[in-house]
């Protein structure tokens, strides 16, 4: 990871010389992915739990949590301009929308 973005893309260009595979990415988009991929593989696992002889109460909770509107916060100022941009676009989307955005 760098800042230096110059310095990042020089380098890329001589590993993809010796024909290796090269993809210069952001670190938020990176972290983002393995994030949302850590909670898409938890889901099922949680909705197989119980909670005593209830098999039900967890996938209720689960399917609710993840259609409601998202939360606006403090914090959108600190999103990627991409990001923002997508917020405006969809202006409805529930919180599983965006594990797929």
């Known amino acids: 990871m760098s800042t230096d973005v110059p310095r990042v893309l020089d380098i890329a260009q001589k590993i993809a010389q ?5 993809t210069v990415r952001r670190a938020y988009d990176t972290f983002r992915e393995q994030v949302v991929a ?9 909705t197989r739990a119980r909670i005593g002889t209830d098999t039900v109460v967890l996938k209720e909770v ?3 949590e993840l259609l409601l509107p998202r939360r606006r916060n403090n914090a959108t100022p600190n999103l990627p301009p991409e990001v923002l941009s997508i917020e405006t676009e ?3 989307a529930v919180r599983v929308t ?3 955005l």
Do not use: F, Q
């Not at 010796?18 to 090269?22: D, F, K, P, R, T």
């Not at 850590?38 to 949680?46: A, G, M, R, T, Y």
């Open 38 to 46: 850590v909670i898409i593989e938890w889901l099922p696992d949680l």
């Open 18 to 22: 010796i024909e290796l595979g090269v």
């Open 62 to 64: 689960v399917g609710e």
């Open 90 to 92: 969809t202006s409805n």
């Open 98 to 100: 965006w594990l797929y």
